[in-house]
């Protein structure tokens, strides 16, 4: 099984089926859309197939810059986002949920930055995440 509820290599979910799956947190993604998109404009959506492993994915792209990546899950979804150094050492001045500081201090560093997925289910996830995305678009 693929880590997104979407394998199938031949076409991207439509809205219909991401709100399925989805379910009572189809909203948290339409909200963290609309943040993005009111906050960094202008926004691009753009769907990626990853492989039979981790399967499809929505990315959110200022010009060449993904500023989150999405995969759908039943009930709610994985967030992936990418820290640079600066943005990942302010994260530890911030009001963040330590687990979510230890993510980021046990990521790999890599010339991009640090890597980590949060999981979204619950409004006070999206706010963690748009905290985080916030971080890494002021850097």
């Given at each position: 099984m693929a880590l997104s509820a979407f394998d199938d290599k031949s076409r991207p979910p439509d809205a219909a089926e991401v709100k399925d799956?989805?379910?009572?947190?189809?909203?948290?993604?339409?909200?963290?859309?609309?943040?993005?998109?009111?906050?960094?404009?202008?926004?691009?959506?753009?769907?990626?197939?990853?492989?039979?492993?981790?399967?499809?994915?929505?990315?959110?792209?200022?010009?060449?810059?993904?500023?989150?990546?999405?995969?759908?899950?039943?009930?709610?979804?994985?967030?992936?986002?990418?820290?640079?150094?600066?943005?990942?050492?302010?994260?530890?001045?911030?009001?963040?949920?330590?687990?979510?500081?230890r993510l980021i201090d046990a990521a790999p560093r890599y010339a991009e930055g640090r890597g980590i997925r949060l999981r979204v289910a619950t409004r006070g996830d999206l706010r963690t995440l748009q905290r985080l995305i916030e971080l890494k678009m002021a850097r």
């Open positions: 799956v989805l379910g009572t947190s189809a909203g948290l993604w339409d909200r963290l859309i609309a943040h993005v998109a009111e906050n960094h404009d202008p926004i691009t959506e753009e769907w990626s197939f990853s492989g039979a492993t981790n399967g499809w994915s929505l990315r959110l792209r200022r010009k060449e810059r993904v500023v989150v990546y999405m995969i759908p899950q039943a009930g709610g979804f994985l967030a992936g986002v990418v820290l640079g150094e600066k943005a990942a050492s302010a994260a530890h001045e911030r009001d963040l949920p330590d687990a979510v500081l």
